[in-house]
């Protein structure tokens, strides 16, 4: 297996948790923004997914870094976004023309996130001695949400946007969360940073009414009990990050998570899909099985009568009714949260 994924393209996503009050009915005191995408979509129609999208050339100019010597930003500031994420997998530029994968890839989701639901993660010069904050930070105004149509329009504009408003990307807000890639049969293939954005209230959004249909706010277990009822088909990413967040009820211990997390190396996830004739599995690091059947040149999907039984076991089990169950059995790993088995 070779672990640089030239046939994958590098995209970013932002998982957003908004803080809340505790009500008679709510488990945890946050909610987290997910968008429904256009059903003529040609990526993942219809689907429900956190925003964020491909990384453009735009987002790699060295112009980025001259708008932050603009603020007086020193390099060691832009050095600490550099992720534990091992750099063969994601984060390795081959072009010197471009500037760090960890600075363009956190442009690419600001720059998403704003196109998609009007939230605009960034800072201006009043409060860049708030960099380090672990809350997120937006800037809105009527005239700011203009820019969103000439932004998903032409992606250049965005750097257009900083410079008028002198403001800049809030890097700093957005914490490594993990990676996601698509199954090497699958055509449509990428390679996907999430990361996390933690706001201490819920900020305005809404669609873009292009390719993003409807924006929804929802607690990790409303989330999957819609699903559930809706017979609705989750994306595996989607479906796993929602049921590790299902166990965390307090968003401050979200930020310790992420504090802490920020010191260990990210694993790339990408599934091994495996049919049998109990279902579809999709089988993750981790799992006793996954290094058997992981190929990233193999484009078939290997067939099996039965899944062999495992000690380990880090999957995600598709019934032929469509029913998913995430399998969780003796897997533990370090700076991790290891959602519960849960089924949609």
């Known amino acids: 297996m070779t672990s640089n994924l030239t046939n994958w393209r590098q995209s970013a996503t932002v998982i957003i ?32 997914v956190f925003p964020g999208g491909a990384i453009d050339k735009s987002d790699t100019s060295h112009d980025w870094l001259k708008l932050y010597e603009k603020f007086g930003f020193k390099s060691e500031w832009l050095d600490s976004l550099n992720s534990k994420i091992d750099t063969s997998l994601l984060f390795k530029t081959d072009d010197e023309n471009e500037i760090p994968k960890s600075i363009s890839l956190r442009i690419a989701a600001i720059r998403e996130t704003f196109e998609e639901t009007g939230i605009l993660m960034c800072k201006n010069v009043k409060n860049i001695s708030d960099e380090t904050s672990s809350w997120a930070d937006y800037i809105t105004s009527e005239e700011v949400q203009k820019w969103q149509t000439k932004i998903n329009k032409n992606p250049n504009e965005f750097m257009k946007l900083c410079l008028h408003f002198e403001v800049f990307p809030d890097l700093w807000s957005l914490y490594d969360w993990n990676n996601w890639a698509t199954p090497s049969p699958v055509r449509a293939k990428f390679n996907t940073i999430f990361f996390m954005a933690i706001f201490q209230s819920k900020p305005p959004a809404f669609a873009d009414n292009g390719e993003i249909s409807e924006v929804q706010w929802n607690s ?64 993750l690091p981790g799992d006793a099985l996954y290094s058997k059947y992981l190929d990233v040149s193999k484009d078939n999907v290997d067939y099996l009568e039965e899944m062999p039984n495992s000690d380990v076991q880090h999957r995600v089990h598709m019934l032929p009714t469509g029913e998913r169950r995430l399998i969780i059995k003796n897997f533990s790993p370090v700076y991790y949260v290891s959602p519960i088995s849960s089924k949609l």
């Open 17 to 48: 948790a908004a803080k809340t009050f505790l009500t008679s009915t709510s488990k945890c005191n946050y909610k987290i923004l997910m968008v429904k995408r256009n059903r003529k979509s040609s990526v993942l129609p219809s689907a429900t």
């Open 220 to 283: 990790p277990s409303q989330y999957l009990d819609i699903w559930e009822a809706e017979k609705y088909l989750a994306t595996i990413p989607q479906f796993y990050e929602i049921s590790r967040l299902n166990i965390i009820t307090n968003i401050n211990d979200i930020q310790k998570f992420c504090r802490e997390r920020s010191h260990s190396v990210l694993e790339r996830y990408m599934p091994c899909i495996v049919t049998t004739t109990s279902g579809t599995f999709f089988l």
